[in-house]
T-cell receptor, first 112, second 111 residues
Framework: DAGVIQSPRHEVTEMGQEVTLRCKPISGHDYLFWYRQTMMRGLELLIYFNNNVPIDDSGMPEDRFSAKMPNASFSTLKIQPSEPRDSAVYFC??????????FGSGTRLTVV | DQQVKQNSPSLSVQEGRISILNCDYTNSMFDYFLWYKKYPAEGPTFLIS?????DKNEDGRFTVFLNKSAKHLSLHIVPSQPGDSAVYFCAASTSFQKLVFGTGTRLLVSP
């Protein structure tokens, strides 16, 4: 298995632009999580899905952030419009029954 | 509101010595605790876990201790090796729901 695949690995964008981060979970995993890593807050949960349905989006910072999971093999995290304070590393993770997360390699987002 | 706290941002240890990483939590409903290790430019990887019904779990050089009354857990690495140099995240969950992570501790093991 190729593991959790995230794209792109790096993204540099200008403030105000739309950014879309992508994630392909491990086949058969029924939970998918989006985390953001910052120095101040560590790994911060943004949203998670169970069987493609959003369960808890209380960590999404504001309306500029949205996430979708149209099918079991694909999820997106969109920021529109992006701001410099959104610069961070965004991780996607998947798991079965909520146990033993497998993380992707992350997307390093820089908003200038 | 940081429910899981790692108060030491960094720790330096000599090779062969013991590394002790600490973690405190505030939510008494947490019943499952984990440690993840993260190398630069990689995602976190699972290291070891412990259920709230236990107070110790050992896996090779890694041991996790849980003190529920103090809401404290620790990770012991003995002996420490240079390859252990990484950022270590403590995490907790309730009934296998979402994991809440701490801010991480950067461990540096020098030869």
């Amino acid at each position: 298995d190729a593991g959790v695949i995230q794209s792109p690995r790096h993204e540099v964008t200008e403030m105000g632009q739309e950014v879309t981060l992508r994630c392909k979970p491990i086949s058969g995993h029924d939970y998918l999580f989006w985390y953001r890593q910052t120095m101040m807050r560590g790994l911060e949960l943004l949203i998670y899905f169970n069987n493609n349905v959003p369960i808890d989006d209380s960590g999404m910072p504001e309306d500029r952030f949205s996430a979708k999971m149209p099918n079991a093999s694909f999820s997106t995290l969109k920021i529109q419009p992006s701001e410099p304070r959104d610069s961070a590393v965004y991780f996607c993770a998947s798991t079965v029954r909520g146990v033993g997360y497998t993380f992707g390699s992350g997307t390093r987002l820089t908003v200038v | 509101d940081q429910q899981v706290k790692q108060n030491s941002p960094s720790l330096s240890v000599q090779e062969g010595r013991i590394s002790i990483l600490n973690c405190d939590y505030t939510n008494s409903m947490f019943d499952y605790f984990l440690w993840y290790k993260k190398y630069p430019a990689e995602g976190p990887t699972f290291l070891i876990s412990i259920s709230s019904i236990k107070d110790k779990n050992e896996d090779g050089r890694f041991t996790v201790f849980l003190n529920k009354s103090a809401k404290h857990l620790s990770l012991h690495i003995v002996p420490s090796q240079p390859g252990d140099s990484a950022v270590y995240f403590c995490a907790a969950s309730t009934s296998f729901q979402k994991l809440v992570f701490g801010t991480g501790t950067r461990l540096l093991v020098s030869p």
